[in-house]
C-alpha cells in the first residue's frame, strides 16, 4: 500500500488506490461554431476529433464567443465541480473561450484533469490583443 510520512512523523496512506477507487480520466472533446452557417465546420471539426479520439465523449454548440451560456461548456464544467476527472480536447485554445480560457483551465484542473489544444498558436501580446478587439468587433456589428 501506497504511504507517505508527514512533516511530524504521522503515516499516511493513500485508500483511494488501494481500494480502486482512484478517478478515471474522462476524454471529452470539445467542437464550437459561431452560427448555424458554419455547421459544416462543425462537422469537420467532430470529424477530425472522432478520427484523433475514437472513444471520446463528442460535446458540440454552435454558440457565440461571449456567450457563457452554453450547454455542453455548463455541462463539462458542472462535471469538473463534481469531482470529474476530465480531460477536456479542443482544436484551437478559442473554441473553448476567446476569454476566460485560464479560468475554465483552473476549473478542469481542480480534479487532475486537463486542457489539450491540439493546434496551438504562439501569438505576441500584440497579436493576441489585436484578434480580441476584432472578436468584440465581430460579435457587437
Known amino acids: 500500500m501506497e504511504s507517505f510520512r508527514t512533516k511530524s512523523g504521522y503515516r499516511r496512506y493513500n485508500v483511494e488506490s488501494y481500494l ?39 460535446v458540440k454548440n454552435i454558440v457565440r464567443y461571449l456567450n457563457y451560456k452554453r450547454k455542453g461548456l455548463k455541462s463539462l464544467l458542472g462535471r469538473a465541480m463534481r469531482g470529474d476527472k476530465l480531460e477536456v480536447v479542443v482544436a484551437h485554445k478559442d473554441r473553448l473561450a476567446r476569454f476566460g480560457f485560464e479560468l475554465i483551465e483552473w476549473v478542469i484542473q481542480q480534479n487532475a484533469g486537463k486542457i489539450v489544444v491540439l493546434k496551438q498558436t504562439n501569438l505576441s501580446p500584440e497579436q493576441e490583443l489585436t484578434n480580441d478587439l476584432l472578436s468584440i468587433l465581430h460579435v457587437f456589428k
Open 20 to 58: 480502486g477507487l482512484e478517478k478515471q480520466t474522462n476524454t471529452i472533446c470539445y467542437c464550437r461554431v459561431s452560427s448555424p452557417k458554419q455547421r459544416d465546420d462543425l462537422a469537420r471539426q467532430v470529424e477530425f476529433m472522432r478520427a484523433r479520439y475514437p472513444e471520446a465523449e463528442i
